[in-house]
């Protein structure tokens, strides 16, 4: 059971990056995906989710507008694509998957960086 965060970097303020999550060892379509993020010093926190079949997505208030969520269940993976990037942006971001809103299977995380 594997899940595996990509897509990370460091960009300046206004920037944009897609994150990408790959999973595997798992019937991937059973599952809901969720974003969380943490940065230091702070607790973590939810970005964004989507439904096991991509018809039921969620966003924090404070990403909703910049970030879209996506899935392509044939490929196994889970996008995050992040526009109009903010310093406040700036953390370790994973990804996780789970049912009936509990999330087990976490990858290691990629970082993003915003830079003003």
């Known amino acids: 059971l594997q899940v595996v965060e990509s897509g990370g970097g460091s960009v300046e303020a206004g920037g944009s990056l897609r994150l990408s999550c790959v999973a595997s060892?798992?019937?991937?379509?059973?599952?809901?995906i969720a974003w969380f993020r943490q940065a230091p010093g702070k607790e973590r926190e939810g970005v964004s989710c989507?439904?096991?079949?991509?018809?039921?997505?969620l966003y924090a208030d404070s990403v909703k507008g910049r970030f879209t969520i996506s899935r392509d269940n044939v490929r196994n993976t889970v996008y995050l694509q992040m526009n109009s990037l903010k310093p406040e942006d700036t953390a370790v971001y994973y990804c996780?998957?789970?049912?009936?809103?509990?999330?087990?299977?976490w990858g290691q995380g990629t970082q993003v960086t915003v830079s003003s």
């Open positions: 989507i439904g096991n079949s991509g018809g039921g997505t």
């Open positions: 996780a998957a789970g049912l009936l809103g509990k999330y087990d299977y």
């Open positions: 060892g798992f019937r991937f379509d059973d599952y809901a």
